[in-house]
């Protein structure tokens, strides 16, 4: 089992770091219902993230012979090719980083609950953290882990993508307006630095699965 969270750790490290999924949270808890709208805005990412671990355990991730290595290690290598043609693309546009708020910060400003499940939705679709997930339920896939130890990734790999939201709103019921202050300084920087951060979770994690996917199959 701990070969396999060793393996899972860059994974776990990607799910944590969601620029987006983090700066969405800290906004609506400055919003009217604060933790209602957060918890739903967390609720939806970590469905999708559910929806897509539960679909790889039921798909055989805690059968040994599910997938080979060499196809988790290929996968890794798509995942990480993929990253950094993104990081790159976002590079190329540099003359226009912090230029403005993105679309979705501008909706979440006004959001209620079901608005905010709504944009979590459509964000967890579209944000890293997606092939991030499927690239940590490969490599599950591919060990030689049994079930429970395949179920307990999973929830670890689940439990990492809910600290982006866990933490903010920890924060916030234990040290209230002080929290406040803090997070709307963490917000403002991140919202302003918005594809700067994209750029580096691209780059750097595009790298670290190629290099590693590489490594793997040589």
Sequence with gaps: M????????????????TPAAIAGCVLLLQSHEPIRNA??????????????????????????????????HWVGVCV??????????????????????????????EATPRRSFAIGLV????????FIMLSGMTIISSSDST????????????????LDFLVPIGAYLLLGDRARRGLDTAKN?????????????????GALFTIRGVLALI
């Design 147 to 162: 079930w429970p130890q395949a179920l307990l990734g999973t929830v670890l790999l689940v439990l990492a993508a809910s």
């Design 189 to 205: 920087w991140m919202v302003s630095r918005n594809k700067e951060l994209g750029v580096a979770v691209f780059l750097g994690f």
């Design 80 to 109: 990480g090719v993929l990253f950094l043609v993104v990081g790159f693309v976002q590079l190329a546009r540099r003359t226009k980083l912090g230029a403005e708020k993105p679309k979705w910060i501008v909706e979440l400003e």
């Design 2 to 17: 701990g070969d396999l969270l060793l393996l899972l750790l860059p994974e776990m490290i990607g799910l944590i770091i």
């Design 39 to 72: 918890l739903s805005f967390g609720a939806a990412f970590l469905l999708v993230y559910t929806v897509i671990g539960v679909a790889a355990l039921l798909g055989g991730a805690g059968d040994q012979s599910a997938t080979s290595q060499t196809v988790s």
């Design 123 to 130: 964000l967890a679709n579209l944000n890293p953290n997606l």
